[in-house]
C-alpha cells in the first residue's frame, strides 16, 4: 500500500471512515512558516459534510495540531494533524461484509488483501480526503503568501453544464454561496434540482470540476516523469471517484486543428504570455507563467439506495443487494476543496526550493 506523496512537501496520510481519526503528517524543510489555523479549519468545513446535497454524516471535523506547530508558526518537526470520526454508524455497512456493492473498491480489496474493513469503506472512503484537505491547506496558505491561488468549481453535474465564461472573481464570490459549488448561480439552482432528482430516484449522479492554479512561476515541472500534468495527474487520481483528467483544451485538442489550438504568444508589461490558453499553462511538462487550468471527471457516486446484482464472496453464490447508509448522491460537490487541496500540495512539492529560500 502507498500512502505517502511528494518528494519535498512530503504528506503522508493515516486513518479509516469508522477508525478512531483520519489525519496525515507533514514533512519537508518547514521550520519558520507562519500557520493560521483557522485557515486550515476553514477549508476542512468546505468539504464537510451534513448537507442537503452531500452525505448526512454529521462530523465537527474539528483540525487537532499534534506536532509541528508552536505559536502560529511550524516548529520543523512533522506536522500531524487528524479530526475525530464521530458520527460513527457501521450497522448498516453489516449487510455488505459478504457481498461487495458494485462500483465500490470491496471486490477488488478483498481480492487483493483477502479482506475489506466494510465499515464505511475503509481507507477506500471519501472521507480519507479529509486528510488531503488538511495537508493541501497547510501548502496553500504557503502557496498564498506567494501570490499563488488555487481555484475550483463545478462546471458540470450530470447533464447540466456551465456555458458561459467564469471569471476567477466569479468562482471566488459564487463557489462559497452554491449549494454545490458552482460559479454560475443560475445553473447553481439547476444542479441542485438534477441532485435531487437522482436523490429521491435512490440514485446519483456524476460530474466535472475545473481547478485553476494561479501565479505559479514560470518554469516549474521536471520533465520527463514529473512534469506538471505527470505529478497533478497522479495526485488527482489518489482522489478515490476520479474517471478523467484533462488539461487546457483536453480532449476537445483531437478535433482541433494545430493553427487553432497553438496558443499565439505576445508581450504585455515586458512578459511573454498567449493570447488562448489551450496548453492549460503547460508546455513540455513546465509552466508557461499562463494560469494552470485542468478539469477533473468525477464518476456517480456508487452506494445507490436501488436493488443491485452483486455476489456473496463466501458462498459464491449471485445474489442481490439493497444499501443503507449515508451516501454523498453527488460526489463532484464535495471534491472541489478536495482537488484545490490536492493541487495545492502537488504545487508546494514541485516549487518548495523556490519557497524555502525565499524566505
Ligand atoms: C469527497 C468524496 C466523498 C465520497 N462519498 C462517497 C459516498 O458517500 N459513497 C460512496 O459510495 N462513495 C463515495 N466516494 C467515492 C468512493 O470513495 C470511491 O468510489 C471508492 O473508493 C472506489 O474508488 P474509485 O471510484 O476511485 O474506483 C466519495 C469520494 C469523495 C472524493
Known amino acids: 500500500m502507498s500512502f505517502t506523496f511528494g518528494k519535498n512537501f512530503r504528506v503522508t496520510v493515516f486513518g479509516e471512515s469508522h477508525g478512531d481519526s483520519i489525519g496525515v503528517v507533514v514533512e519537508g524543510s518547514l521550520s519558520g512558516m507562519k500557520i493560521d489555523l483557522s485557515f486550515i479549519q476553514k477549508e476542512l468545513d468546505r468539504r464537510k459534510p451534513g448537507g442537503v446535497f452531500t452525505s448526512r454524516r454529521k462530523e465537527r471535523d474539528k483540525v487537532e495540531i499534534l506536532s509541528g506547530i508552536f505559536n502560529g508558526k511550524t516548529t520543523g518537526a512533522p506536522v500531524t494533524m487528524r479530526i475525530k470520526n464521530e458520527d460513527i454508524d457501521s450497522e448498516p455497512y453489516d449487510m455488505i461484509k459478504d457481498t461487495p456493492r458494485p462500483g465500490h473498491a470491496d471486490l477488488t480489496a478483498h481480492y487483493k488483501y483477502g479482506f475489506y474493513d466494510h465499515r464505511g469503506g475503509g481507507i477506500f472512503s471519501g472521507r480519507v480526503t479529509a486528510a488531503i484537505v488538511m495537508a493541501g491547506a497547510l501548502a496553500k496558505e504557503i502557496l498564498l503568501q506567494n501570490e499563488i491561488k488555487i481555484l475550483a468549481h463545478v462546471i458540470q453535474i450530470g447533464d447540466i453544464r456551465v456555458s458561459k465564461e467564469i471569471s476567477d472573481e466569479d468562482i471566488e464570490r459564487n463557489v462559497p454561496i452554491s449549494n454545490v459549488n458552482c460559479a454560475d448561480l443560475d445553473v447553481s439552482k439547476r444542479m441542485e434540482e438534477e441532485v435531487l432528482r437522482a436523490k429521491k430516484d435512490g440514485d446519483s449522479v456524476g460530474g466535472i470540476v475545473e481547478c485553476r492554479v494561479i501565479g505559479v512561476p514560470i518554469g516549474i515541472g521536471d520533465p520527463i516523469f514529473d512534469s506538471i500534468e505527470s505529478v497533478l495527474s497522479h495526485m488527482i487520481f489518489s482522489i478515490p471517484g476520479v474517471k478523467g483528467i484533462e488539461f487546457g483544451s483536453g480532449f476537445s485538442s483531437a478535433s482541433m486543428k494545430g493553427f ?99 524566505l
Not at 314 to 333: F, N, Q, S, T, V
Open 260 to 358: 487553432q489550438h497553438n496558443d499565439p504568444f505576445f508581450i504585455r508589461n515586458g512578459k511573454i504570455l498567449t493570447l488562448t490558453n489551450n496548453s492549460g499553462g503547460i508546455l513540455g511538462g513546465i509552466s508557461n507563467g499562463m494560469p494552470i487550468v485542468f478539469r477533473v471527471a468525477m464518476k456517480p457516486t456508487s452506494s445507490i439506495m436501488k436493488k443491485q446484482r452483486t455476489v456473496n464472496i463466501k458462498k459464491m453464490e449471485e445474489c442481490e443487494i439493497y444499501l443503507r447508509g449515508r451516501h454523498d448522491p453527488c460526489i463532484a460537490i464535495r471534491a472541489v476543496p478536495v482537488i484545490e487541496n490536492a493541487a495545492s500540495i502537488v504545487i508546494a512539492d514541485l516549487i518548495w526550493d523556490k519557497i524555502y529560500k525565499s
